[in-house]
């Protein structure tokens, strides 16, 4: 395991892109979309660094199961999705892969009809996209490695990591308690 972020440099990624939302987003009706599971670190740093006021919701995406270091059949569920009708949405996310699952869930929730919908991402893996759609925000670019930490996962682990890591074929057997504080 290759460690590719640091904690501190996630720290300020988050809060610069937190002072530019609140900037974007001043005087409106901002409800925020966290993508089940993986956003949810930075959801809950990312909102608190925005210091404005907000909604939360959750939505579930998923098309990593188990041990797959790539993406099978991608599944949504916006039954956790409060109304946003109406609404200024940001979808919050942790990875931009292959877009797949950002151009899904933008799809998913213009259907709810928000008044404005944009996307915001922690990592915009470089070199995997295969839709039109882009994140409008984005912390890091990076490589295209599996990475884990901060919220992403292999098999379920490695989300409490508080920095970015990249899993080599030797990492993608049994986790352990690398990183590990």
């Not at 892109?17 to 930075?42: C, E, F, N, P, W």
């Not at 998923?62 to 956790?80: F, M």
Request: charged share 30%.
């Amino acid at each position: 395991m290759k460690v590719l972020i640091e904690a501190e440099e996630i720290r300020e990624a988050v809060e610069a892109l937190g002072q530019r939302l609140a900037a974007d987003y001043a005087g409106k009706t901002l409800t925020v979309v966290g993508v089940l599971t993986g956003s949810v670190m930075l959801l809950a740093d990312l909102v608190r660094a925005m210091n404005l006021p907000l909604r939360i919701s959750l939505i579930r995406a998923s098309s990593y199961r188990g041990a797959a270091t790539r993406p099978g059949e991608l599944e949504v569920d916006d039954q956790l999705l409060d109304d946003v009708s109406g609404r200024d949405v940001l979808l919050v996310d942790d990875i931009f892969d292959s877009g797949r699952t950002l151009d899904r869930l933008l799809d998913t929730l213009r259907g709810h009809h928000p008044a404005s919908l944009r996307s915001a991402v922690l990592l915009w893996k470089t070199g995997r996209s295969e839709v039109e759609v882009e994140p409008d925000y984005h912390c890091f670019r990076i490589p295209d490695v599996f990475v884990v930490g901060y919220g992403l996962d292999h098999n379920g682990e490695y989300r409490y990591l508080p920095h970015i890591a990249g899993l080599d074929d030797q990492d993608l057997g049994e986790p352990s308690d690398l990183g590990r504080n």
